[in-house]
């Protein structure tokens, strides 16, 4: 044999050899990979304490707080800040505008809202007033879930609609308007505005937070319950969606026994 074919030889041998090598390491790497990523979590696992929103729904029914809700259902798409911006700069009414669909609230936005009325109706929830953003999706949660738009009131319109420069302004004009409200204390008063309003003016507005998490972190229909106290805002706990309150407020029978159906309840 050659030294060129013993060279040959070697490398045929070693080829395949080195080949289960790498396979080796890389199902290696692969099983420590697995073993050092976070398993796959459900919104239960992610939010356990469901205690906690038991107790604060109870609150809520009990009345005396300020409800700031992040708006039902809209349609998404990433200039919804500049339609936003226009319709307030105009004092347009943008569910009569052509750009509707981008600013005010789905089909199924609407049922969300109305769920939100009839489950504060259900629980006996009482609302003293409303104020909205001026943005249609929070004139429109506010008047499918409690019969009217209330106070609009500019400074509940997200930050990102608002030119940077102004705000330090609108954070100060929302922390004077929940200063003032007072909600009584058998009722509540309610906030129907955005996410990205809260979190974003960060402790201008905010004097305390007690609520887990950031207060921001809220899908549409979510709410932060605030109280307004001597002088000082506190912010006491954040329902992430809506179901997060309606599931802990309400107590359902065991069976139909338990209670007769209403008809054309959807409840």
């Not at 007033?129 to 009131?153: K, N």
């Not at 909600?183 to 509540?188: E, F, I, K, M, V």
């Amino acid at each position: 044999m050659t030294k060129s074919e013993f060279v040959k030889a070697s490398l045929s041998l070693l080829l395949p050899l080195s080949v289960v090598v790498i396979l080796v390491q890389i199902n290696r790497a692969s099983n420590e990979n697995e073993l050092t990523q976070p398993p796959v979590q459900s919104g239960y696992e992610i939010y356990p304490d469901r205690s906690a929103h038991e107790y604060w729904a109870q609150e809520v029914i009990k009345g005396g707080y300020i409800l700031h809700f992040r708006h039902a259902e809209r349609a998404k798409g990433t200039s919804v800040t500049a339609f936003d911006a226009v319709e307030l700069y105009q004092k347009l009414d943008a569910s009569g505008e052509s750009f509707s669909a981008a600013t005010c609230l789905t089909p199924l936005g609407i049922q969300e809202a109305e769920l939100i009325g009839r489950v504060f109706n259900l629980l006996a929830v009482n609302v003293s007033s409303v104020y909205s953003s001026p943005s249609c999706r929070a004139r429109q949660t506010s008047l499918h879930a409690f019969g009217t738009e209330g106070t609009i009131d500019n400074s509940l319109l997200h930050r990102t609609a608002v030119k940077s420069s102004q705000h330090a302004a609108f954070s100060e004009s929302l922390r004077n308007l929940i200063l003032n409200i007072g909600a009584p204390g058998d009722s509540n008063v309610v906030l129907s505005g955005h996410g990205g309003t809260l979190g974003y003016d960060g402790k201008s507005l905010i004097d305390e937070n007690r609520a887990s998490g950031q207060l921001d972190d809220r899908e549409e229909g979510g709410f932060v319950v605030l109280e307004s106290t001597n002088e000082k805002i506190i912010a006491h706990h954040v329902f992430r969606t809506f179901a997060d309150f309606a599931n802990e407020a309400i107590e359902l029978p065991l069976s139909d026994r338990d209670g007769q159906r209403v008809a054309g309840s959807n409840l």
